[in-house]
């Protein structure tokens, strides 16, 4: 049985952002790209994430002016990640026990691809389907 890695299932085609852009900037890149988060580098290094959550919590609830605010003053910078060669188990338990909906994978320093959890719903929803494919094959169905 072949185990897949964060790198068989993580998303390479992400926004990577200077922590200089405000919020409201932040928030057009992810509406556009479709995604809920940006990874903030500084000079290609990983920095920190902002998150829609952030946003919410940290602008939005605060009253801050989100076009005044810099993301690099609400980012969270300590933040959970995990290398190419994690196993999706282990993936899905660091998403589990931390309560996080996306997990970047970084390879030598660098962002190389996040996994989020429409990631390991659409990986389970693949496994589920080759379960019962072969079940009907062999009438196990």
Not at 64 to 78: A, F, G, Q
Not at 103 to 127: A, C, H, M, Q
Request: hydrophobic share 45%; charged share 25%.
């Amino acid at each position: 049985m072949m185990v897949l890695s964060a790198g068989d299932i993580m998303r390479k085609d992400l926004s990577t952002v200077s922590g200089d852009i405000s919020v409201l900037d932040a928030s057009r890149i992810m509406m556009n790209d479709g995604a809920g988060f940006l990874i903030i580098t500084n000079n290609g290094v990983p920095d920190g994430i902002i998150t829609e959550w952030d946003v919410l919590v940290k602008v939005t609830a605060k009253q801050l002016d989100p076009s005044k605010t810099l993301i690099r003053e609400v980012m969270t910078r300590n933040f959970i990640y995990v290398g190419p060669d994690s196993p999706t188990n282990r993936v899905v338990s660091i998403m589990k026990e931390n309560k996080i909906r996306r997990l970047p994978v970084i390879e030598n320093g660098k962002v190389v691809g996040v996994i989020t959890s429409r990631d390991i719903i659409r990986i389970f929803e693949d496994y589920m389907d080759n379960i019962a494919e072969v079940s009907s094959r062999y009438g196990m169905a």
